[in-house]
């Protein structure tokens, strides 16, 4: 993941956490109600938005407003925490002294995990009482990147939490979790975004961007903004359309497939964003073209996108596009996880996409 990617976990706008009133409804009656559960795990795709809206629920917690009146904006219908509160503002800026956040740091870590002593300095926030008001919160975005020790280290603080502590974890891959820490936390699934409302949001985060590529940034990510700001900073619009040019021209150009691939296959922490993306798009694109050889179902597709899926149904058959996404995934992971050359194996694997299968 990338620097600005880290920086927006950090901060966010309150007023573009929209589409999640469930939870916040919820999460009012039990605060009211003197109901709070301690440690709550947030699932759901990656970029819907799961770390802001436990940051909001933190800034909401730790705001000197009253919890007993409505937090639902009059206007609006969102959930709403005023940033002129001076607890919420601090929350808003990463520095209230009850508000822990955990996530990688990059500045001496190149394998992107939240490292154990990490999860360990809950010990001493925990010791203390609430500096400000009535909570303690921490967040660990995201449990996806905490290692087994720090899961351990973690499921002592889930079975014996201190008084007036909120534990929010967030989880893209829930089912890769210990059974036992699944099992201590109130679990909510939280859905994607219409497409709509996931537009509007990119519109606002992404003001210089031009209408065309919001509408492929909001197709691509199926309802999550997050994922689509991501997508953005990394270059990974641009380089998949690069990329599914390449792939359907008549003539194989593999210098231009290795300077691209050079570009999207960056290695260490610091091009894990742009890693991530390039799996993401190819992955999208082989399972697409998959599902489209095989049944003919045109699902939700970017323009460049279907000339790309038309060829590729031409080239190769489902059984033979199916086994390319298999074996995608697979190599994927296992170049990301054996530290492997990532720029390499996107080359290989986009020349067999070349290839052509079919007699």
Known sequence: MNEAFLNHREKIDPSLVIGHNVFFDMLNKLVVNGQMHHAWLFTGPRGIGKASVARLAAAWLLSEQDVNSSFFGAETGHFSVSVNDPGANQV??????????????????????????QIRNMIPFMAHKPSRGRWRVVLIDSMDEVNRNGANAMLKFLEEPPENVVIFL???RPGQLPSTIRSRCRVFRFSSLEESLCRSVLTTLLPKTDPENIDFLSKLSAGAPGRAVCLADSGALECYQVACSLIISPKLDVSAMSALTGKWGRGSAVGFANREGAVFCLERLLRLSALTACSGNTLTQCAFETRAISVLCDRHSPVQLAMFHDKFLQDSARAERLYLDFSQFLLRHMIKLHEKTLP
Do not use: E, T, V
């Not at 808003?92 to 002593?117: E, V």
């Open 170 to 172: 967030i989880s893209s």
């Open 92 to 117: 808003f800026n990463g520095a209230h002294p009850d508000f822990l956040s955990i996530s990688p740091n990059l500045d001496d870590n190149k394998s992107g995990q939240i490292k154990i002593d």
